[in-house]
């Protein structure tokens, strides 16, 4: 059973919470892409073009798969999924088979442009406030170094954060789920 571990009380003190916790109104799962061995992209990458980037590998599509599974069984329906525009995100997030993938910009990576960071996750916390606080789950997947701006920790690949609306851009951070 995938569990999301509450970050409450501190590093080390995890309470578990049923991945249901996801089917609540006003829950986003910030999730990164699926196991795409290697690090960044190539020198030469471009977004509209898969052969240019690093990719999901056979086990990144069988986790993405599997962790849709995983949630619709947990009674996610009906979610808004975005993605950023890297083909490693968008085949994670196709592969979820959660419902329609929209792209997101803000949720693009800044690696290696760090001149991009800031406003990228501006674009992100104002999309985040823009969110109705009771509506359906979001499901965003992104990347390690989008996450860690939210959580301030790492996150493995297929792995993610799940956070609660409240109009801000600040959502509050309930716990993580483990890739499977």
């Known amino acids: 059973m995938l569990c999301v571990a509450s970050l ?3 590093a080390g003190a995890a309470d578990v919470v049923p991945l ?3 089917a609540r109104p006003g829950r986003v799962l910030m999730l990164r892409h699926a196991s795409a061995p290697g690090t960044g992209d190539p020198a030469h990458f471009r977004l509209d073009d898969c052969a240019t980037q690093r990719n999901l590998d056979a086990a990144g599509r069988a986790q993405a798969a599997a962790l849709g599974e995983r949630l619709a069984q947990a009674g996610v329906k009906g979610a808004k999924v975005y993605s950023s ?35 990228r996750i501006a674009a992100l916390r104002a ?22 701006e939210f959580t301030g920790a790492g996150t493995v ?6 956070f609660e609306l409240n109009g801000t851009r600040e959502p509050r951070l309930i716990g993580s789920i483990a890739a499977n």
């Open 127 to 148: 999309f985040l406030a823009a969110l109705p606080p009771d509506g359906p789950p979001v499901v965003l997947v992104t990347h390690q170094f989008t996450i860690n």
């Open 157 to 162: 690949s297929g792995g993610g954060s799940v």
């Open 20 to 22: 249901g916790e996801l």
């Open 8 to 10: 409450a009380g501190g």
């Open 85 to 119: 525009q890297w083909c490693r995100c968008l085949d994670t997030a196709r592969l979820l088979a959660l419902g329609t993938v929209e792209a997101l910009p803000a949720l693009n990576s800044f690696y290696p442009k760090p001149q991009a960071r800031e406003p």
